[in-house]
C-alpha cells in the first residue's frame, strides 16, 4: 500500500505564492512521473505540471513561467511552486504518482485546495 499526502496549499491574494508539497510513502521501490493535477468546480481534472524520475518536465500552458515542479527521490516528495497566482488558479489540487513494487500502479493524494482571491 502507497499513501500520497499533500500539504501547502490555502487562501492567497491574485500575484501572491504558494509552494505544494507530496510525500509517498509505503511500499515503494521507486517512482516513475509523479505529476501535479487539479480540478475546479465544475470542470474536469487537468494536468498542471510533470516530472519524471530523471527530471524532466513538462506544464499546462496556462501556469508555464509561473509554476515549477521538482521533487526529491531521496524523501519520494514533488513540489509545485506557485507563483503570480491567478483567481483562475482556484482548484483542488491532487499528486499523481506512478510508483513501482514488483508491478507498476498509479496512485493519487487526497487533494489540497488553493484559492486564490482577487
Known amino acids: 500500500q502507497v499513501q500520497l499526502v499533500e500539504s501547502g496549499g490555502g487562501l492567497v491574494q491574485a500575484g501572491g505564492s504558494l509552494r505544494l508539497s507530496c510525500a509517498a510513502s509505503g511500499r515503494i521501490f521507486s517512482i516513475n512521473a509523479m505529476d501535479w493535477y487539479r480540478q475546479a468546480p465544475g470542470k474536469q481534472r487537468e494536468l498542471v505540471a510533470g516530472i519524471t524520475s530523471g527530471g524532466s518536465t513538462n506544464y499546462a500552458d496556462s501556469v508555464k513561467g509561473r509554476f515549477t515542479i521538482s521533487r526529491d527521490n531521496a524523501k519520494n516528495t514533488v513540489y509545485l511552486q506557485m507563483n503570480s497566482l491567478k483567481p483562475e488558479d482556484t482548484a483542488v489540487y491532487y499528486c499523481?504518482?506512478?510508483?513501482?513494487?514488483?508491478?507498476?500502479?498509479?496512485?493519487w493524494g487526497q487533494g489540497t485546495q488553493v484559492t486564490v482571491s482577487s
Open positions: 499523481r504518482a506512478e510508483v513501482v513494487f514488483g508491478k507498476r500502479a498509479i496512485y
